[in-house]
């Protein structure tokens, strides 16, 4: 009897442990700043749906694109409905939380999720495909059409620390501008480009949200315009 009660007692202790681990996003909610959006107090809304990816990336692996020395890489997103706002957050590492039925994740994630101890400084940007507004555009034009920039954002004080302390994971806010079509929200292809702040590697898990006051049903993410498609013509 002794020695289940200290099996219990052990179990109860391994269990607190862990979930004193546990990583927990705060409800991702909308720009309070705003004014089209009601306020309660300093509480955001949650937003209505929050689509989420689950990447890695190997120590050393080549970015999608150099840009003043920093390795960039870039998430393709598809909107095919139009939203008043959309948020995107970065964290990493990703210790605890894992995908679920709806989640995308990344070929990389499974070789790579077991990796607790890599991570970097997140610094995410939004940018719209110019002209891309169909599916069959998509392939044709992806690799050679004009990105233009919806914002970006390097650190949060909302997000989880990382291990090294500082709170540097990152969270964008964008409201749709409908008289400017460099700053609407319109139906199309958007990319989250990511790398870390400073010149350094990005390496490590990582965890992305995308989340929108309306449904989005549709979305699609991947980290390449062939696995988009791809993708897009299962859902169908
Ligand atoms: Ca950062």
């Given at each position: 009897m002794k020695n289940i009660a200290r099996i219990v007692a052990l179990m109860l202790v391994v269990a607190f442990c862990f979930n004193a681990n546990a990583q927990k996003l705060k409800k991702f909610g909308m720009?309070?700043?705003?004014?089209h959006y009601p306020v309660i107090g300093d509480v955001r809304i949650p937003y209505t749906d929050v689509i989420d990816y689950f990447g890695y990336v190997k120590p050393g692996e080549p970015g999608d694109e150099t840009k003043n020395g920093k390795k960039y890489y870039y998430l393709y997103v598809w909107i095919p409905v139009v939203a008043p706002e959309i948020g995107i957050r970065m964290v990493s590492p990703v210790t605890s939380l894992t995908p679920g039925k709806a989640s995308f994740v990344s070929p990389a994630w499974e070789g790579g999720?077991?990796?607790?101890?890599n991570f970097f400084d997140t610094w995410i940007s939004f940018e719209r495909a110019e002209g891309?507004?169909?599916?069959?555009d998509i392939l044709a034009k992806g690799k050679s059409c004009n990105w233009n920039s919806y914002g970006q954002n390097d650190d949060s004080s909302e997000l989880p620390k990382q291990p090294s302390g500082n709170k540097y994971n990152s969270v964008l806010r964008i409201t749709s501008e409908i008289s400017n079509p460099l700053k609407a929200l319109v139906v199309g292809l958007y990319r989250i480009g990511f790398t870390t702040y400073k010149v350094g590697e990005v390496q490590g898990s990582f965890y992305a949200q995308v989340g929108a006051p309306v449904k989005l049903p549709g979305v699609v993410i991947a980290k390449d315009l062939e696995s988009l498609v791809k993708m897009m013509d299962q859902k169908k």
């Amino acid at each position: 009897m002794k020695n289940i009660a200290r099996i219990v007692a052990l179990m109860l202790v391994v269990a607190f442990c862990f979930n004193a681990n546990a990583q927990k996003l705060k409800k991702f909610g909308m720009d309070f700043k705003k004014k089209h959006y009601p306020v309660i107090g300093d509480v955001r809304i949650p937003y209505t749906d929050v689509i989420d990816y689950f990447g890695y990336v190997k120590p050393g692996e080549p970015g999608d694109e150099t840009k003043n020395g920093k390795k960039y890489y870039y998430l393709y997103v598809w909107i095919p409905v139009v939203a008043p706002e959309i948020g995107i957050r970065m964290v990493s590492p990703v210790t605890s939380l894992t995908p679920g039925k709806a989640s995308f994740v990344s070929p990389a994630w499974e070789g790579g999720k077991a990796d607790k101890k890599n991570f970097f400084d997140t610094w995410i940007s939004f940018e719209r495909a110019e002209g891309i507004f169909k599916k069959e555009d998509i392939l044709a034009k992806g690799k050679s059409c004009n990105w233009n920039s919806y914002g970006q954002n390097d650190d949060s004080s909302e997000l989880p620390k990382q291990p090294s302390g500082n709170k540097y994971n990152s969270v964008l806010r964008i409201t749709s501008e409908i008289s400017n079509p460099l700053k609407a929200l319109v139906v199309g292809l958007y990319r989250i480009g990511f790398t870390t702040y400073k010149v350094g590697e990005v390496q490590g898990s990582f965890y992305a949200q995308v989340g929108a006051p309306v449904k989005l049903p549709g979305v699609v993410i991947a980290k390449d315009l062939e696995s988009l498609v791809k993708m897009m013509d299962q859902k169908k």
